[in-house]
Every structure is written in structure tokens, then in C-alpha cells.
């Protein structure tokens, strides 16, 4: 349940019309169903706990489609956080959408105005990450294709989502404690981080934010979430700047 297949195909058999290429992006995303469902369902049942109404949790998720940051956002609602720091702490969490954009800018940045409202409306990691890497591997592309293989990752993961949400907050109460639903969210995020460790930056960037997300699990309202994910940013970018002054480049 990787995403590295996507980037093993030689370009000889990647389709490059945009139709084949929606296509392919469907298939390739087809595993995160095992994934995205229960995640989706975790937000469902976390959403009814916290006194949410089947209308004000669909609203939200189809609004938002920000899974982690949805989640973080009803956590603390129900812990009774300030309005601010919720927003801000969702801001937080979907920061990596605004990395996601600029990666993804010399691949889709071509297209017109609507088509970039809707990927941007859709990006979420896994499409971003299925995406970013068939792109990057295979760059004779059109951009009809680039924008079909997007729609077609993201035209599975999306109804995949709001429907297990759906499932989540209607038939909530009638999971078995037992069922570990909650197994979705740390495989989501290992399964799509795990094959972008390529360079050590990215690895110093990732074992600060675990350490530094264990460390500070204990300030309110999940704020060193927010310290750690800071420091894990700064660690990067230190040994990134490490490492090309040490290959002698500006």
C-alpha cells in the first residue's frame, strides 16, 4: 500500500492521452481505499462523539476535505479550545498543502484558472503524492494527461471519503469497541511519507517531528504538535543548507 508502483513504469508504457491517463490515476489509487476508508470512518465516529449532526459533519467534510486537519479541529472542539487556536492549529496542520502547490506548480500551473480551483479543492496527500511522483519519473507528460491523472486519483479518494464519513457518523455507535479503526491514520501517513525519505534533510525533518511531537504531547491543546512540526521545518532546512555547502553549491 505504497505509492512507489506508480514510479517504476517506464515511460514507454505511461498513457499520455488524458483519458488513459484518468484512468491510470484511478487504478493507482485504488489501494488507499484500505486506507482512506477507515480514516474517513475515524472522522465520522469522532465528529458524533463530539455532538455533531449528520448535516453539520458532512457540511464540514465536504467543505473542508482536510482529514487530518478536520480531525485535529474536532478533537479540540470537544476539549473545549479556544475558536482561535482550532483555526489556527487546522491552518498548521494544512500547511503541507501550500509545499504540495508550489511542488506541483511546474507540472499543473499551465492550466486554466477553473481546472486549478478543482485540483487545488482535491489535493489532498494522496493525491499529491501519487501525482508528484508518476510526474516527476515520467516528464514527457502533456498537461491534458497531468490534469487526468490527477482527476483520476482524486475522483476514487474523494466519494471514498465523504461515503466513510457518512458510514462513521450514522452507524458510529454500532462499531465494536474492539475493531481498530483508528490503525487508519499513522499507516495513511507511513504509507505516503515513507517512499519521500530520499535525502537526508527529509529524514532529519521526520525524526525531529516524531520526537519532538513525543516530547510535547503534553501541552494543551495539542500545541506541540504545532513547536514540533516548526522544528521539524527548521531541521531541514538546516541540513539541506548543510548539504550543498558541502557539495561546494550557493
Known sequence: MTTSPPSQLPPSQLPLSARA?????????SPFILIVAPFGMVFGVVAL?????????????????????????????????????????????????????????????????GH??????????????????????????????????????????????????LVGVIAGN??????????????????MIGPMLRTLAHVAAALVSVVGALALSAVPYSLGLLVAAGLAMLTGAAVEGWMLRRRGEP
Open 21 to 29: 491517463a484518468y484512468w491510470r490515476g484511478f487504478r493507482d489509487a
Open 116 to 165: 486549478r480551483a478543482l485540483l487545488g479543492y482535491l489535493m489532498v496527500d494522496q493525491t499529491y503524492a501519487l501525482s508528484a511522483m508518476v510526474y516527476d519519473s515520467h516528464p514527457g507528460m502533456t498537461l491534458g494527461a497531468k490534469i487526468g491523472y490527477y482527476l483520476g486519483v482524486a475522483s476514487l479518494i474523494w466519494p471514498v471519503w465523504v461515503s466513510a464519513t
Open 174 to 191: 454500532l462499531i465494536p469497541d474492539w475493531v481498530p479503526l483508528g490503525f487508519a491514520v499513522p499507516i495513511a501517513f507511513t504509507a
Open 49 to 113: 462523539d463530539a455532538g455533531f449532526t449528520v448535516a453539520q459533519t458532512m457540511a464540514f467534510t465536504i467543505g473542508t476535505y482536510a482529514g487530518a486537519a478536520q480531525l485535529a479541529a474536532i478533537q479540540m472542539l470537544s476539549e473545549g479550545a479556544p475558536l482561535a487556536i482550532v483555526i489556527l492549529t487546522a491552518l498548521a496542520v494544512n500547511a503541507r498543502m501550500a509545499m504540495y502547490s508550489a511542488a506541483l506548480a511546474p507540472h499543473l500551473g499551465g492550466a486554466s484558472w
